[in-house]
């Protein structure tokens, strides 16, 4: 079979998955419609609906777009079913019911921005940081009746620097998780819609699994009681969205304080955990058995600032 005639219907929402559908229209896939969200209201009055990056891609291209609030809705259903898909390929969308990706020949696979069976969830790039691994990757499974639990294809990795945050991961695995697909739709064109396939049951025996749960803003508040190394990991695992946060005392009031960026040191900690104290134009804070050295921050309702910047604020104050 040739790429030409593998009819594949998309889905996908945001930034991350339009990589993977830029490079099936300019690798001349045979892509005949997208679906994505709901344009979502924004703006101080709610009064402005702004489209996603993958909707926005997709009309460019001048590829049909449906936006379903409801995956089961009938109508929406009998007009994917119209486009008789033979593949369909998934990337950071929502779960589907079986009505949706039962219906192609071939079947539907996800790219997932992890190593399955490792980080299933919503925020797989994030906890990976956060945990401190040195390593990730993607995978591409077929969708079952559970949440990342389907048969892994095949997987890609992607090795994580100890000073990289998520936008240097996020970057890395949006190229690798397009590579992974367009690699798994040649399987499948090679195969003639036959394709190998490992269920995730054989690899979870004797394996620790680390989840990927949806980050909330409570989710983001930095505990200092924890040792350096776990506060430094967390910071760039939440580093530039949504951004780690804690508070600061100034002149008897609460402060919330953004912090994108550490470093480690070998200082020891001279405050109760969560304290900062400025030594030598540097700004540090106090961790379990140490000191970070904080270097990029941003106040609560002000713009994102160099550590410096903060320093002659706070002491000009």
Excluded at 52 to 65: D, F, R, T
Aim: aromatic fraction near 8%; glycine fraction near 8%; hydrophobic fraction near 40%.
């Amino acid at each position: 079979m040739d790429k030409k005639d593998l009819r594949i219907v998309f889905m996908g929402t945001p930034e991350f998955a339009v990589g993977t559908l830029r490079a099936l229209v300019e690798g001349g896939y045979n892509v005949v419609a997208v679906v994505t969200q709901p344009d979502k209201p924004v703006g101080r009055h709610q009064d402005q609906l702004h489209q996603s990056e993958v909707k926005q891609y997709a009309l460019a291209q001048g590829l049909p777009v449906l936006q379903p609030v409801k995956m089961k809705d009938p109508d929406f259903v009998s007009r994917l079913a119209g486009y008789r898909a033979d593949l369909q390929v998934v990337v950071a969308f929502r779960m589907l019911p079986e009505v949706v990706w039962a219906m192609p020949r071939f079947g539907t696979f996800n790219v997932h921005a992890a190593l399955l069976p490792q980080y299933r969830g919503a925020a797989p790039i994030n906890w990976a940081v956060i945990n401190g691994e040195t390593e990730t990757g993607v995978t591409t499974f077929f969708l079952d009746h559970d949440i990342d639990t389907g048969r892994i294809i095949l997987q890609k990795r992607f090795a994580i620097p100890d000073d990289a945050d998520v936008e240097y991961v996020y970057d890395g695995l949006m190229d690798l998780g397009a590579q992974a697909a367009i690699e798994t739709i040649n399987l499948i064109l090679q195969g003639n819609g036959t394709i190998p396939s490992e269920p995730q049951d054989n690899l979870v025996q004797g394996m620790e699994l680390h989840g990927a749960p949806k980050i909330f803003k409570d989710t983001c508040r930095i505990n200092w009681q924890q040792p350096q190394k776990r506060v430094y990991d967390f910071i760039r695992g939440l580093s530039p969205y949504p951004g780690a946060w804690t508070t600061y005392n100034r002149k008897g009031k609460d402060t919330v304080l953004k912090i994108f960026k550490t470093a480690k040191t070998q200082r020891k900690a001279t405050g109760e955990p969560g304290s900062m104290q400025v030594d030598g134009g540097k700004l540090y804070a106090n961790c379990a058995d140490g000191q970070l050295q904080v270097l990029k921050l941003q106040q609560s309702g002000k713009r994102r600032m160099q550590a410096a910047d903060f320093i002659n604020g706070w002491q000009n104050a």
